[in-house]
């Protein structure tokens, strides 16, 4: 019989998987700012390659790594969420939780609050719902811990603000018909302050899954996002705001910037409703003054 950890145990049974696994997130960490490849990994850590895979591709299940188009792997929102946890509040969500309350109580629908986990991708942090209204479901996007990839055209309150680099990067990465547009778009959103996402939930989550599809060809990543870009118009410009015109949102987001203005965060507030263009400005208003908030905190 095999002897088991106890109080009157002399000592543990080894656990060589549980080992591998721990060896393998040390390696991903290691590599911070210069994400590791799965070839990096076997190298470093001299584990068999289908070992690493298959561990690689269990934890990125999990979230707790997240594995890139470009065959790079790093930590993933799982793993930080879990981190953040057991440190303690961040200074990010302990800033903007009072923005975030007040945010809700103000529009009376769901905010989240968002930050970057990495150059590529964001993740939710939390979120706050008006008092008696559901928590949003278990697959939602706007479920703490789900990664959301840094792809055009969402994302762009994290952005609009980036250096010149980064959101040249970020327009690359659009369907060349969107780029223009995009273009315009981002420096619009600079200069009165938050996005507006007028495509569905039904875009944003075919977008999302697509950056996500190691397997998938790219061609067909790139002619499905065309499609997509074909089928929704990318956020509004200011002469597509008139005050008497019905316009409609998904999403409204703000930057979150820290004492440098570096963006650190979003303050996202979902109105998923029509309205005429002077009412979604001052939603948006509201949602950009929450933001500021949360930054001077």
Known sequence: MSQTLGAGSPRRQPSPPTRRVAVVLDCVISFAGHPPTLAD??????????????????LADLGWLTRHDDLTITVGPAFLS????????????????????????????????ARPVDDRTITVVEYATPEGAAAP???????????IRL????????????????????????PEGDRARLRDVLAEIADRGYSIERITDGHRTVI?????????????????????????????LAGE?????????????????????????????????????????????????????????
């Open 208 to 236: 999302d899954t697509l950056a996500g599809l190691d397997t998938v060809p790219a061609e067909l990543r790139d002619r499905v996002r065309d499609l997509l870009g074909e089928l929704s118009t990318i956020d509004y």
């Open 151 to 174: 792809h055009p055209p969402i994302c762009r309150e994290f952005v609009a603000w980036a250096d010149g680099t980064v959101r040249d990067e970020w327009l690359a990465r659009a």
């Open 82 to 113: 879990t981190a953040r946890t057991a440190i303690g509040d961040d200074s990010l969500a302990v800033a903007a939780r009072p923005a975030l309350t007040r945010l809700v109580a103000d529009t009376g629908v769901i905010a989240f609050l």
């Open 41 to 58: 990994i076997v190298r470093e850590t001299a584990l068999p390659r289908a070992t690493v895979h298959a561990i690689v591709a269990e």
């Open 137 to 147: 479901a278990t697959d939602s996007w706007a479920q703490p811990g789900r990664p």
């Open 241 to 297: 705001l008139a005050d008497d015109a019905e316009v409609g949102a998904v999403t409204i987001g703000a930057p979150i910037t820290d004492g440098t203005g570096r963006v650190v965060g979003a303050l996202v507030s979902c109105p998923h409703t029509t309205m005429d263009g002077r009412e979604l400005k001052r939603w948006g208003e509201l949602v950009a003054d929450a933001a500021r908030s949360a930054s001077h905190r």
